[in-house]
């Protein structure tokens, strides 16, 4: 970490504070952290535009990637497995933006969740009712909510030896369990080959004797390989997606399922969703910065459709 830090230029003694969840660069002389769900400005300044740039750019190195003029845009894993986004002018119109996210040393648990107050007792007993039943479960939120901090502590709840293949974007779950496969996609190199995408990672693991399936976050065509794959016979898989509510968490499922590719009519997906995703656990955040478990609602069959049902309202 010490290495990383030293890379960060002014932001290395905020990269050195675990008390701090993210780090949020919107200019020189403007940084924002985030502690205890909170945003709270810094005095942290760079000396100047170049400056930041030049640590922006070191930044997203040290995670073996590239960023210039021709690709302005970057969203990588650091080494210490924070996420780092970066954007540079002009698409950044105010000097380069940097957003870290950051990742404890040590992940928080589910006993953890439940000891500070993220999900009730009631709650957690269903949630591990899920998994000792291999239910195919959905985990939605809006951003900062848990989602990915809930996802891997759900692992810590699976059997030993269970293999578990997890697919990511960017890496960034710690999984709590021991029989493990990461698989994280790759961006095109700067001639424009060698992509691999979510969707084709999917596709792999499903060749990899996986027990458990679990998909970092669904943002666009893989959701219809993911639910394929709840189909037949990946039971007990999970994943993240990004919604307002457990319903629109199934829409939007939907929607990206239709984005495959694939000439699947829309009533087919809606019927392939109604039998593969068995729950959706939504989280939520709160204006003091709290994350919880808001609500757990079954997916039920209703025809050709899906419809929710939550037993504990």
Known sequence: MASLASLAGPLAGLLLDPTIGEVVVNGPYDVWVEVDGRMRRVDTRFRDALELRQTAVRLVAACGRRIDDATPMVDARLPDGSRVNVVLPPIAVDGALI???RFGASPLRFDDLIARGAISSDDALRIRGFV???RNVLISGGTATGKTTLLGAITGLMPSYERLVSVEDAAELVMQTTNVARLE??????EG????????LIRNALRMRPD???VGEIRGGEALDLVLAMNT?????LATIHANGPGDALRRLETMALMGGVDIPHAAI????????HAVIHLVRTADGTRRVA???CVERDGERWRLSNPES
């Open 99 to 101: 957003t870290i996210r």
């Open 132 to 134: 000792d039943d291999r």
């Open 185 to 190: 996609a790759r961006p095109a190199n700067v």
């Open 193 to 200: 080959r060698g992509a691999i995408d979510v969707r084709q």
């Open 212 to 214: 458990r399936l679990v």
């Open 233 to 237: 016979g990946h039971d007990g898989s």
């Open 270 to 277: 809606r019927e392939q969703i109604a039998s593969a995703v």
């Open 295 to 297: 609500s757990i609602d």
